[in-house]
């Protein structure tokens, strides 16, 4: 087949990179600009690809991510000088309206930060390098940002399939099976979002004779097994609700084999792997109905909080789906207490603990225990964005979003469209946003489903600006990149300490108590917001019997990371201190976020008995019965009121 031949389905993102060989004012060809934008769209790919098992899987992607797109703005801003020779040939991309919107988004982000918690520099690390790459994707020749996303997707897809693959071939199974993504849940996510990109990357390379379209056909071969082993429900009904709604709309529309070809592949292909997987032909992930995040170094000698997860069995659909209207529940709930302007970037943990809290305070202990969750995002991008930014944060994020899917299709492009339906579908049942991955393919993609300049783009006079108008590169590029650029050097700093103080708390993990506590403090001071390692550290004192040493660390941990457990830690340190007003108070904090807990009940106990309130005392004694009747240290602790209350009667009656 011929190099030169336009492809059939009217896709502007292969006619551009293969019938115009034509050089442009620069010497640059237009093939020569398509591997420009395929090295921009499998670089993106391989930094979101990369995993790190000794530190959390999105850390290492935002410092990798942050420095891929430091060098892509670099390029764009040392291409300055010849943007007007070129501007006129190429036709490069202005800032599309659904890219413009989703930067609002991120720049509203960044502002809310002020009345945010610092839990969020990670997400905005994420968002602010996809964001500059996506400027970056939106400077090269027109169609080119079509063609870096076609390629990321692909690349996106093939490496998580391949990666889930060999997890399984080494005899991974359950959480084992994440792709390089962290939780099979989220591999699901990625493969959902990049399922239609890559299909659509396979049919264009083929029409186009080119030797990779049977690299991109293997990758979207090898993301159905995969994609069916991370048994992400969300995923799997959000890419078929948008294969099928795509196929019905578009059967009759002006790009209909686009659409047939891309919906028909796609549904086929998971149709053919749950049947596959029904009859038992394919080893199955589990998944969680709900995230949980452990506080690390955590022993009930200390009274924090370990949730745990069923392992080897799938949560029942009926339990996944009552866990998950809970959590939006107070996430609502959360959302609605903060309107307009939201709790800020980061802020969404104590901000759901804290409405959770009052839902289960209207419940009794034993089943406050058993309904609380200790979730960090609230599963629904639509309402954590409506927590965190408030209506002007959901708005233009669903702007965005709807834009973007608006444009893609009416240009025909269904493979852009199917994939930000996919992702909006998602995030109704997920957190497809807080995954660094996703977040990539979908700013892409809002980068190429904005109206090109025809006229520019098919134009063989350079555009000179004119007298008294300046450089538009300085509006349109320039301005833009070097913001971009200084923002992404700012936050590369941040995410780079952030990764290696990961790295140093994961190997402390490892290591005897007596070197622990050395391994911990060189993690705080790498990332002195680290509060997970804080956390740690306190409670690693703890356990050595430094109570004064961990006090201080571990308030300064409770104002970094929303976590009942610290709470709990903070009261035992006062009790060490004798210090038992104090104890009583930092175990009423920790009940008032979990009425449930039942080292927070237990540890109160002991603390009401020290101040003379044994009313009080016993109240909390029966509700730990009542959550845990057959817990070791029941026995202990009623005896302990027991004695208290002869001691205080025997006083009185002298």
């Excluded at 990779?212 to 609700?241: D, K, N, Q, T, Y």
């Excluded at 140093?504 to 108590?513: I, K």
Aim: charged share 15%.
């Amino acid at each position: 087949m011929s190099n030169e031949s336009t492809c059939a389905i009217g896709c502007a993102s292969c006619s551009w990179g293969v019938t115009d060989r034509e050089g442009g004012p620069s010497g640059e060809t237009t093939l020569g600009a398509r591997a420009r934008a395929g090295l921009l769209g499998a670089s993106a790919a391989l930094a979101a690809l990369i995993w790190d098992p000794a530190a959390p899987a999105a850390t290492a992607k935002h410092t990798v991510l942050l420095l891929a797109a430091a060098v892509a703005l670099a390029v764009v801003l040392g291409q300055g000088a010849r943007h007007r020779e070129v501007a006129g040939r190429t036709g490069a991309e202005g800032i599309s309206s659904p890219a413009a919107l989703w930067l609002g988004f991120v720049g509203w982000s960044v502002v809310s930060l002020a009345w945010g918690h610092v839990a969020g520099m990670g997400m905005l690390c994420a968002w602010v390098a996809v964001s500059a790459l996506m400027l970056a994707a939106m400077r090269l020749p027109a169609g080119g940002a079509r063609w870096a996303a076609l390629v990321a997707g692909g690349c996106l897809g093939g490496g998580s399939s391949l990666f889930a693959l060999a997890q399984v071939a080494c005899g991974g199974r359950g959480f084992a099976i994440h792709g390089g993504h962290g939780n099979p849940n989220w591999l699901g996510l990625v493969l959902a979002v990049s399922l239609p990109l890559t299909i659509e990357l396979a049919w264009v390379s083929w029409r186009a004779g080119s030797r990779w379209w049977l690299a991109a056909a293997g990758a979207a071969v090898v993301s159905l097994p995969a994609l069916l082993l991370a048994r992400s429900r969300v995923a799997w009904i959000a890419l078929g609700v948008t294969l099928a709604v795509g196929l019905v709309v578009g059967a009759h529309g002006r790009y209909r084999r686009a659409v047939r070809l891309v919906a028909s592949g796609a549904m086929g292909m998971l149709a053919v792997g749950l049947v596959v997987v029904s009859r038992g032909g394919l080893p199955l992930a589990t998944s969680a109905g709900v995230e949980v995040q452990e506080a690390p170094f955590a022993s009930e000698a200390v009274g924090a909080e370990v949730p745990t997860v069923i392992g080897g069995v799938d949560v029942p659909l009926a339990s996944a789906w009552d866990g998950r209207v809970r959590i939006w529940r107070a996430s609502a709930d959360a959302a609605r207490a903060a309107l307009p302007f939201g709790v800020g970037l980061g802020a969404f943990a104590p901000a759901y603990l804290e409405a959770q809290g009052k839902r289960l305070a209207r419940l009794s202990p034993p089943q406050s225990s058993r309904q609380f969750l200790n979730a960090t995002t609230a599963h629904n991008d639509w309402l954590q964005a409506a927590a965190e930014g408030g209506l002007p944060g959901v708005a233009l994020l669903a702007a965005a979003i709807a834009w973007g899917i608006r444009v893609a299709w009416r240009a025909g492009w269904f493979a852009g469209a199917a994939s930000l339906g996919t992702f909006a579908l998602c995030a109704w049942g997920d957190s497809p946003l807080q995954q660094p991955a996703v977040a990539l393919l979908m700013a892409l993609t809002l980068a190429a489903s904005g109206r090109r300049d025809r006229g520019a783009a098919s134009s063989k006079t350079p555009v000179v600006p004119r007298s008294g108008e300046g450089d538009p590169f300085l509006w349109t590029a320039g301005a833009p990149a070097a913001l971009g650029l200084v923002a992404v050097a700012l936050l590369l700093a941040v995410a780079t300490r952030s990764w290696l103080s990961a790295r140093q708390l994961s190997d402390a993990r490892d290591v005897m108590p007596a070197a622990r506590s050395a391994m911990i403090e060189r993690a705080v001071r790498l990332d002195p917001w680290n509060g997970e390692a804080r956390l740690a550290l306190g409670l690693a004192r703890l356990e050595e019997g430094d109570a004064a040493g961990a006090l201080g660390v571990l308030e300064c941990s409770r104002a970094l990371l929303a976590n009942v457990g610290t709470d709990v830690a903070i009261g035992n340190a006062h009790l060490e201190l004798d210090a038992p007003a104090a104890a009583v108070s930092a175990y009423r904090r920790a009940l008032r976020h979990h009425p449930g807990s039942l080292r927070a009940h237990a540890n109160l106990v002991e603390a009401l008995v020290r101040v003379g309130k044994l009313d009080d005392a016993e109240v909390h004694l029966d509700a730990a019965r009542s959550i845990s009747p057959g817990h070791p240290r029941m026995l202990a602790i009623t005896e302990r009121v027991r004695r208290a209350r002869l001691d205080a009667e025997a006083s009185g009656a002298r």
